[in-house]
Nanobody
């Protein structure tokens, strides 16, 4: 069974930087796409950024120019470097892995439990 564990969340001042990480575990052969989503209090979960196995990236407009997603396929890890943080970036950040090939088969759309990022003004 695939598990995603996020880390690196915390409290940061506006204008600051933070990097969150997510490690996938569970007899994994490969992961197609990995991504970050976020959910602010009282709002729906929204896309932040995704990255394919080959390194192609996609960003939400709110993340473009400030956030960078990257991954280490050998470590089954995805990162989100966040710069110039704003109070509006405050949310629980969730890691997602799509089409994870494991020894037990194919897992689709796996989610982590999230890590809280709080940006103070």
């Amino acid at each position: 069974q695939v598990q995603l564990v996020e880390s690196g969340g915390g409290l940061v001042q506006a204008g600051g930087s933070l990097t969150v990480s997510c490690v996938a575990s569970g007899s994994i052969f490969s992961i197609n796409a990995m991504g970050w989503y976020r959910q602010a209090s009282g709002k729906q979960r929204e896309l932040v950024a995704t990255i394919t196995f080959g390194g192609s990236t996609n960003y939400a407009d709110s993340a473009k120019g400030r956030f960078t997603i990257s991954r280490d396929n050998a470590k089954n890890t995805v990162y989100l470097q966040m710069n110039s943080l704003k109070p509006d970036d405050t949310a629980v950040y969730y890691c997602n892995a799509d089409r994870v090939l494991t020894i037990g088969g194919l897992d689709i759309n796996v989610w982590g439990k999230g890590t809280l990022v709080t940006v103070s003004s």
